[in-house]
């Protein structure tokens, strides 16, 4: 089974797709940024305090790379994902067309290699329910998010939404 978790900030997305794997070994990958912040730490610890010791965490923004990985894997989250290829690539400043290329030749080689899996989750936020953002950074990442979240989408079985802790299938 292949499923995008998707849902608003500390909405209980991860804790969501972690349950989906279920007993035994597997890969989490967690594409984010550096733990040099305290805040981000602290974070990072909490993840890894609630899963399984005999999973593997595997810190990469090389996306196909990480699906390729055998056995089930979960990419916690699309949103830091593509945040570290803005930043690795310098793209902030980037055309939007050229972005978008950039981006969307690296989504489909990732959803050409998870269409051939099983057993991977993908957790990532929903980003385009609110204000359209002031600065030029935000609603380039909300648009391009949007797209990476739709075909990741269709390249999966099922979409988790979770709300407030609460999991709608859509």
Not at 93 to 115: I, K, P
Not at 153 to 170: K, N, T
Request: charged share 20%; proline share 5%.
């Amino acid at each position: 089974m292949k499923v995008l978790v998707t849902g608003g900030v500390r909405s209980g997305k991860s804790r969501h797709a972690e349950s989906l794997l279920g007993a035994g070994p597997a890969t989490y990958v967690a594409p984010g940024p550096a733990a040099d912040d305290a805040d981000w730490a602290a974070r990072i610890a909490a993840h890894r305090a609630r899963r399984p010791a005999d999973w593997v965490t595997l810190e990469t923004t090389d996306l196909p790379v990480a699906l390729a990985t055998p056995g089930p894997v979960i990419v916690d989250c699309l949103g830091t994902w593509l945040t570290g290829v803005l930043d690795a690539r310098g793209l902030w400043e980037a055309s939007s067309e050229e972005v978008t290329v950039v981006v969307s030749g690296l989504v489909d080689t990732a959803a050409a290699v998870l269409e051939t899996r099983d057993e991977v989750v993908l957790v990532t936020n929903e980003v385009g329910l609110g204000v359209v953002p002031e600065h030029r950074s935000g609603r380039l990442f909300r648009d391009l998010l949007g797209l990476v979240n739709q075909r990741m989408a269709q390249a999966c079985d099922e979409v988790h939404l979770v709300v407030a802790g609460r999991v709608l299938r859509l």
